[in-house]
């Protein structure tokens, strides 16, 4: 007998969903009205499963009433509020496809994302201290020729679209819902293209409702738990996992602040009693170093979820016995795959939940590939894991080259992840073919940044990389190389540079102004000696040594 090859298959005695998210959401509306839904904590408003019922059924009618029909796209542009949540179960319940657009943006970001999924109408956060989003949506709209309406939250102009509602009765809205397949593309989240453009991973009903339920539905969730969610609604991470695993079982969805806040997550896990708590490594990490952190009463936590990076195993274990989350699991996944393909299990001894991503999630399929050949490799050698079943994107959105080269002939979707199937079926992420950086859970294609950075006047070549950072698990690098004659170039230069246009957690942390990259004979940049000498260079080499799940 041959070794056992890096394939595993996930059972179960649950069903798959074969509903429309809008169904699911009625079902559990109807089957727990008086149980807490949402609690938004920023504005103290609070709404039980009857009243969020309502409330997402009125704005649903005024979508209708504003002539959205199934398959518009309607865009949300964000910080987590409560509306972001009423926008997300409003639309799938008319059918139009909500586009998530990350509220880092800024206006080169916004700009290509309103015109490549077409966005006809665009629900944007009022100005904070932070980001003025009216007036970037101001300057980038006349160049949006699909963008017919632009509703402000917290103005007149969002009272006016609910409003609207009056127009359209019930009867058209059950009439619309009962017209959905559970296979319609429902979302389209973007994520940052190797080509230096984002592409759209676009998402069914079935896609992220049952991957939401399956995550909760291993978390032993139901009507009596309180999810604290500090992580951001535009990612399947808060949308998926959070709202959609919530409401799928009667859970509460509690917002704690915009973005994302250790000192108001610990008060509000305290003040709402919450049995579950999200994070990226990055937020449990600020958590846990709060210098107030052992004056927190976080006895009600049971559970909750760490993903999206690399997750420390120190982390891990401090989250289990100084938080109290002794039922805490390790997600893998990606947007693509909606997102999640392995969990650890509850049950799990103590070393699987803080050493593994868990293991294939039920209905799913993984396997673990040699990159350049395509065959499966035995249990417990790494090669690139692989994604098939229903959590699989319908495809990018207009974009049928870049679905062909991810998603392959047979439906296994290829993740560019190094992984190590063991012989119990638990994986390891030991690395990453594609170049991709994770900063503080925000992927960053060093692409995109490189094709940036050449637009400036003193830069002939750059190339971007990620160098270990205890706190964002990844910080970014750029090597640069100028144009002859010209002056020194800082971090700050840089930094000035890229504010406005680029989100902020692109913008390189470090710079080094070199004459030339480390090639190979066929010349490729060697971005692996670039990583091992800036860690040299910048002293990283403790952090680098850290151990992952
Ligand atoms: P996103 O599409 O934003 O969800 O990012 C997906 C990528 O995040 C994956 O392809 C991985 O590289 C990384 N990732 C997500 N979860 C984990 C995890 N638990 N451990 C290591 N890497 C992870």
Known sequence: MGRLLSYASGTSDVSLLGETIGANFEATTARFPDRPALVDRPSGRRWTYAELGRDVRRLARALLASGIEARDRIGIW??????????????????????????????????????????????????????????????????????????????????????????????????????????????????????????????????????????????????????????????????????????????????????????????????????????????????????????????????????????????????????????????????????????TRRDDDLDRRTATVGRVMPHLEVKVCDPATGAMVARGEPGELCTRGYSVMLGYFENPEATAEAIDAVGWMHTGDLAVMRDDGYVNIVGRIKDLVIRGGENIYPREIEEFLYRHPDIVDAQVIGVPDARYGEELCAWVQLREGAGALSAEDLRLFCEGQLAHYKIPRYVQVVEEFPMTVTGKVRKVEMRERSIALLGLEEVARERHA
């Not at 009765?169 to 296979?183: K, M, N, T, V, Y």
């Not at 032993?220 to 808060?238: K, S």
């Open 78 to 343: 964000s910080p987590n509020c409560a509306e972001w949540v009423l926008l997300q179960y409003a639309t799938a319940m008319v059918g139009a496809i909500l586009v998530n657009v990350n509220p880092s943006y800024r206006t080169h970001e916004l700009e290509y994302v309103l015109n490549q999924s077409g966005i006809r109408m665009l629900v944007a956060a009022s100005a904070t201290g932070r980001a003025d989003y009216p007036a970037m949506v101001a300057e980038v709209a006349p160049r949006c020729g699909a963008l017919g309406e632009v509703v402000i939250i917290g103005t007149p102009g969002y009272d006016e679209l609910v409003a609207r509602s009056e127009a359209v009765d019930e009867e058209a809205l059950d009439a619309r819902a009962a017209s959905l397949d559970p296979d319609d593309p429902i979302n389209i989240q973007y994520t940052s293209g190797t080509t230096g453009f984002p592409k759209g991973a676009t998402l069914s009903h079935h896609n992220i409702l049952n991957n939401g339920y399956f995550v909760t539905e291993l978390l032993g969730y139901d009507e009596n738990d309180r999810v604290c969610l500090p992580v951001p609604f535009y990612h399947c991470f808060g949308m998926v996992m959070g709202n959609l695993g919530a409401t799928a079982h009667g859970s509460c969805i509690v917002i704690p602040a915009p973005s994302f806040d250790p000192v108001a997550t610990l008060e509000t896990v305290v003040e709402e009693r919450c049995t579950s708590l999200y994070g990226v490594p990055t937020m449990f990490i600020a958590e846990l170093n709060d210098p107030g952190f052992s004056s927190y009463d976080l006895s009600s936590l049971r559970t909750g979820i760490m993903a999206g990076s690399p997750c420390p195993v120190e982390v891990m274990k401090r989250v289990i016995s100084e938080m109290n989350m002794s039922e805490v699991a390790i997600c893998y996944g990606m947007t693509e795959t909606s997102p999640v393909s392995t969990q």
